[in-house]
């Protein structure tokens, strides 16, 4: 399915199809956690009670990506040693 990133005041938006609402249950004013990948260029979304279950924090999470994105390889090479 193809979405087209919007225009919505000084932000870009995503709009959700309605299938995945309808099929979901999500409605405006959810919130939702968003992880980010750089490497594949993408989202994922999960609700905001789904993320709580998590063993650490979603802030904790992106934290501990963004460090593995930026000296994983460094990482990987001080655990040869």
Known sequence: MIQK??????SLALTIPKSFIDQT???A?????VHQDLRS???IV??????????ISPELFSWL????EKYGEVIKELAQK
């Open 65 to 68: 990506y963004d460090i593995e």
């Open 5 to 10: 990133v919007i225009q919505v005041g000084n």
């Open 41 to 43: 260029k993408s989202l």
């Open 29 to 33: 004013g959810d919130e939702l956690f």
């Open 46 to 55: 999960t609700p905001k009670s789904n993320a709580s279950k998590m063993k």
């Open 25 to 27: 249950g999500f409605k």
